[in-house]
């Protein structure tokens, strides 16, 4: 961490430390890196011997405290960020077929959607559920959905991601038992579980439990998995879907880092050691439509992080401070018109979040305002990350844009701004607090409606939509989830029901409830009922009656 | 006296989706616009949005609704709501609904169609001009 | 006659012909008027009880507890809540009832949002008769939430048997403190939010207040502690709030009150016509437009103007 050493020795330090231990471990992926024309390109550019006061503190190097400029060393001279797109849709066993086909493009990493009732804890024969099941995301009622669903893939070479938040320990249980069955150990599994419950109040809507019942689950997640997946990653405290809610990205900065401190507060108080959870959290981020500000709030974000692990909570180790995040460029920002323009936008914003350091990435499909994607746009989807990382060379020297006047100004701007919303937040009692008052909501339905007006009057040119327009035809290749797959779903779930030992999952959930009523740590008791066969919804239904159901104050 | 009418707007969520940008959105337009109000929150069954809209009597309803439930949920509201004696109620949609369905829900009833990238003062425009008071 | 129609429906209880109904009276339609003097022997059957306070107190949570309470006694429930509309545009968001989708499907309950449509004193001026539609369509407990309320938002009284102030701990933060006027027209007040740190203290700071307060009484406000999130204290408050009524009755003083808001309504009704029935034949007439040139001019004075207008109108309405 900065020091008063000169700039110099800290360099020398770098090299000699972090990259010579990275390079010993993962070499880069040539020897030599050059442009088109023949210069070489080295790993990092900074400002050599006019060292500035500040660089050492404010941006430093890769790797190194408070990772301005990336998590690792040598960033995507090693290995390119992951390529994960976000997908589920129908059955286990069509998205099986759609993972397959990814691999096979080139993706290097699963990330899961499921449907709706599955993240909101019913099981596909839910009256609840009607009309919604496989619509928007895999439906998953128990462990033998989740068989299906990694049928091939094996889970020792992939890492997966899995959107999934209030029932997050349940799916999380469910991927350690199919890893079991293909003879890999949990402590060799890689993925993350998003498991950000605080977002799920002001953003994304897909909560089940009132805040405290939800952060215990939370912490038993961080204990276990402390415990037992040192690879996995226990949370995903995400921006993008407040962003996507409306946000500025001043704000989404603020109101993720706000509940990070949330969840590192919590699990502080249930007596956790800081620097025994704090390198597995992760992030998620939003790339919108502001080229500079985009790529200045990811450094800048990852500043702040480190600051507040090492000052607010007196994190010692290094790894405690990185901010690892992943990146999906912005939905909102995709027109149902012209939607091949689509394919430009996300183009630029994919950039943004390599220029800004970003460890994976979801690149949206260009049909995003239309449907799921179908696998033609999807794969255009792919080839976007592919070709930036491949063929632009964007990735062969490290935080290329540092230095940059403008681009400095941008980081120390968003990062000041956002510690002035953790702050407020603060006074207000914790991002929790916060939220029940409903003042993130609505700081993020001001800036929401906000951007809408400034489209509607044209003071935000939206290129297709409000300038630019042409007469369309309205003919679409959607992709469609066939309604007969929700009763095919319900089928397999009768039979699974009909053909598990009965008086186990009984017993599992009985533990499960009794476990629920006292503070012992849930995870294990879930384990075992998820190998029982119990349902995801068998299981929220428990932990419904023992933690009662929440309502939103939905915030207008 | 009808200078002191009012026209009275329901937005509400059926089912389980929750984007709720685009209607908390219009439900702000529509305000902005005069109207009175009444947003539901997420998560609302057919019988829970016909029953607001009968005891609120509102002139109109709209549905917000991208998880794509459209074609089970809307029907069934609409059944609803005809069992009730809403049929006056002007009811319009909005949300990621492809256009091929666009003609089985105005036969059921659902007047018209929003979809993304629709300026909010056609909505505002539309309802002050199809409402019945 | 639209409203005249739904007074058969409104006495049988229909939730369609009430909501019908409330909104005729809302938009002043002239045959509001008629359906609720039709209604009037029917009413003054319900306890109504008002829920006060600043804004984001919990209100409208603490009304949704309080129902599920009195559903569970077996007692029937109408809601009024207000919320206030915008000067600017007259709209208005209605965001309350987001709080009471809990008894959205029961039958036995039914909420109503209304908007203030400019009206000040944290009620809406249709509020009083929307609530006097319910009490007639046989509701046992009118429940009437007012607007987020600073000092002035006390109109409440003038509806309510029954008027329950609603605090928080530690305002002062982002929720405003009970007001001055606010307070003195408790009947009960309750410090919501029991979870949240200060609010024995609270609790202690209303009493010492309240022993301030010198004038003989026969009730002493009780200051009840609740959690409207879990339901701590809610069936305290709703027996308390019958020991209120009971108390009402028994002193004579409900019949008192009566009496007084009869006088206090009649007197606002006739008011209200006169000034309405002066207005509508002055306004926009040649003379009158002269005679307020002559005053803006400095020709005549608005105290002889005022004086011959309602002598004339007097005269003509003698006539
Ligand atoms: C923003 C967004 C999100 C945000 C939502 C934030 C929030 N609080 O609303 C986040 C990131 C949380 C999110 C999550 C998900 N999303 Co999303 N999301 C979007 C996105 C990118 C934009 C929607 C939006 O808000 N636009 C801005 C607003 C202003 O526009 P709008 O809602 O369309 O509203 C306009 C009109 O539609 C209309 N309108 C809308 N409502 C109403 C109502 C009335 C009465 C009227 C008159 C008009 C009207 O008027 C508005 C003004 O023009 C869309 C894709 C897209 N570009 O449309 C996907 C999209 C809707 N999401 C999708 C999916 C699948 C999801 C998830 C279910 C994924 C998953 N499996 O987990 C999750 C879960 C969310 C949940 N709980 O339901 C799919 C839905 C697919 C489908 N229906 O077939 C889409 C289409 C993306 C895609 N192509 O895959 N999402
Ligand atoms: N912690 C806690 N929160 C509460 C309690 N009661 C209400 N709330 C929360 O406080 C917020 C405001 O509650 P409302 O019931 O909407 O308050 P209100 O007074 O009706 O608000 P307005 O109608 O806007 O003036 C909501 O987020 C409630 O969930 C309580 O007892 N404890
Ligand atoms: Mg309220």
């Known amino acids: ?556 | 006296m009808s200078s002191s009418k009012k026209i009275r707007v329901l937005v509400a969520k059926p089912g389980l989706d929750g984007h709720d940008r685009g209607a908390k959105i219009v439900a702000r337009a529509l305000r902005d616009a005069g109207m009175e109000v009444i947003y539901t929150g997420l998560r609302q069954t057919p019988e829970m949005i016909v029953e607001a809209a009968i005891s609120e009597d509102v002139n109109v309803i709209g549905l917000s609704i991208l998880s794509g439930a459209h074609n089970a949920l809307f029907p069934k509201i609409m059944e609803l709501l005809k069992a009730e004696g809403g049929d006056n109620i002007l009811v319009i949609g909005g949300g990621i609904i492809p256009h091929d369905d666009v003609p089985a829900l105005k036969a059921v009833g659902i007047a018209e169609v929003f979809g993304p990238g629709t300026p909010l003062a056609d909505i505002v425009g539309y309802i002050e001009s199809n409402v019945k008071l | 006659m639209p409203a005249i129609k739904l007074v058969k429906g409104v006495l049988k209880g229909n939730r369609r012909d009430l909501a019908r109904l409330i909104t005729l009276i809302e938009n002043e339609h002239s045959s509001a008027a008629t359906a609720l003097s039709m209604l009037y022997k029917h009413t003054g059957n319900a306890h109504i009880v008002g829920v006060t306070g600043p804004p984001g107190s919990g209100k409208s949570t603490l009304v949704t507890r309080i129902t599920a309470e009195y559903r569970k006694r077996s007692k029937t429930i109408g809601i009024v809540c207000v919320d206030p509309s915008s000067p600017f545009t007259g709209g208005a968001l209605l965001g309350d009832r987001i709080r009471m989708q809990e008894h959205s499907l029961d039958k036995d309950v039914y909420v109503r949002s209304m908007s203030t449509r400019g009206h000040l004193g944290g009620l809406a001026r249709a509020t009083s008769d929307a609530v006097r539609a319910i009490d007639a369509s046989g509701k046992d407990i009118v429940i009437v939430e007012t607007v987020g309320a600073g000092q002035s938002e006390v109109q409440v009284v003038e509806v309510a048997h029954t008027v329950i102030v609603a605090d928080v701990p530690g305002a002062g933060d982002d929720i405003q403190a009970i007001k001055a006027g606010i307070m003195e027209i408790a009947d009960i007040f309750v410090v919501n939010k029991a979870d949240y740190p200060g609010a024995d203290r609270k609790v202690i700071e209303i009493n010492a207040m309240l022993d301030l307060d010198s004038r003989e009484r026969s009730w002493r406000p009780p200051v009840l502690l609740t959690n409207a999130l879990t339901g701590e204290g809610i069936p305290e408050l709703v027996d308390t709030i019958g020991a209120h009524m009971s108390y009402l009755q028994e002193t004579g003083l409900l019949k008192q009150k009566g009496l007084q808001r009869s006088r206090d309504e009649l007197e606002q009704i006739m008011e209200y016509k006169l000034t309405n029935e002066l207005f509508t034949r002055l306004r926009g007439t040649p003379e009158y437009e002269q005679a307020i040139k002559k005053i803006a001019g400095r020709n005549d004075d608005p105290y002889s103007v005022a004086e011959r207008l309602i002598a004339d109108f007097l005269i003509s309405v003698r006539e």
């Open chain 1, 1 to 556: 961490m900065g020091s008063e050493k000169g700039l110099r020795k800290t360099f020398k330090e770098w090299d000699e430390g972090p990259v010579a231990k990275t390079l010993a471990k993962f070499p880069e992926r040539k020897e030599q890196f050059e442009t088109l024309s023949g210069i070489p390109v080295d790993r990092l550019y900074g400002p050599s011997e006019k060292a500035l006061m500040e660089y050492e503190q404010e941006l430093c190097f890769p790797g190194m405290f408070p990772f301005t400029r990336g998590v690792q060393p040598t960033m995507y001279r090693g290995r390119f960020w992951t390529m994960r797109q976000y997908s589920g849709f129908a059955t286990a066993k069509e998205t099986n077929e759609r993972f397959k086909f990814l691999l096979n493009q080139g993706q290097t990493g699963l990330s899961i959607a499921f449907d709706l009732p599955t993240q909101i804890g019913y099981d596909s024969d839910n009256p609840l559920a009607q009309g919604e099941v496989g619509k928007v995301g895999v439906a998953i009622n128990s462990l033998a959905d989740m068989e299906l669903l990694f049928d091939g893939i094996p889970l020792d070479k992939v890492s997966t991601s899995m959107t999934i938040n209030a029932p997050a320990a349940i799916l999380l249980a469910m991927y350690i038992a199919v890893g079991e069955k293909q003879g890999v150990p949990m402590n060799k599994l890689r993925g993350t579980i998003q498991n950000d419950i605080l977002k799920e109040y002001v953003a994304r809507g897909t909560f089940i439990h009132g805040p405290k019942e939800s952060m215990r689950l939370i912490t038993d997640t961080f204990k276990f998995c402390s415990e037992n997946m040192p690879l996995w990653n226990t949370i995903s405290i995400s921006g993008y879907h407040i962003r996507e809610a409306g946000s500025t990205a001043v704000q989404e900065v603020a109101f993720t880092l706000a509940n990070g401190i949330a969840y590192v507060d919590a699990a502080i108080k249930v007596g956790l050691d800081v620097d025994s959870f704090a390198s597995r959290l992760s992030f998620f981020f939003g790339s919108h439509s502001d080229f500079f500000e985009e790529i200045a709030k990811f450094r800048a974000a990852r500043r702040l992080w480190a600051k507040i692990m090492h000052d607010r909570f007196g994190a010692k180790d290094d790894s405690s401070c990185r901010m690892r995040f992943h990146t999906q460029t912005a939905g909102c920002t995709l027109t149902a018109q012209q939607p091949d323009n689509n394919v430009v936008r996300v183009t630029l914003q994919a950039l943004q979040g390599v220029l800004g350091g970003t460890q994976s990435l979801h690149t949206n499909s260009r049909d995003e305002a239309l449907s799921l994607p179908t696998e033609q746009s999807v794969q255009i989807a792919l080839r976007t990350q592919q070709i930036i990382a491949y063929e632009t060379g964007v990735g062969d020297t490290i935080d290329p844009l540092a230095g940059s006047y403008f681009i400095e100004h941008l980081t120390d701007e968003v990062e000041k701004r956002a510690m002035e919303y953790i702050i407020k937040i603060d006074d207000l009692g914790g991002a929790p607090a916060a939220i029940e008052k409903g003042f993130i909501q609505r700081e993020i339905n001001d800036s929401a409606y906000e951007f809408q007006q400034a489209i509607d009057n044209s003071t935000r040119v939206v290129v297709g939509l409000n300038k630019f327009t042409v007469e369309e035809e309205q003919q679409f290749d959607y992709l469609r989830v066939d309604p007969a797959v929700e009763a095919e779903q319900i089928g397999r779930l009768q039979e699974m029901r009909e053909e598990r030992d009965q008086a186990a999952v009984e017993k599992t959930l009985e533990a499960l409830r009794s476990a629920a009523e006292s503070d012992s740590n849930l995870m294990p008791l879930i384990l075992d009922a998820v190998k029982a066969y119990a349902t995801l919804g068998e299981m929220c239904g428990v932990l419904r009656e023992v933690f009662g159901e929440y309502r939103a104050p939905d915030i207008l």
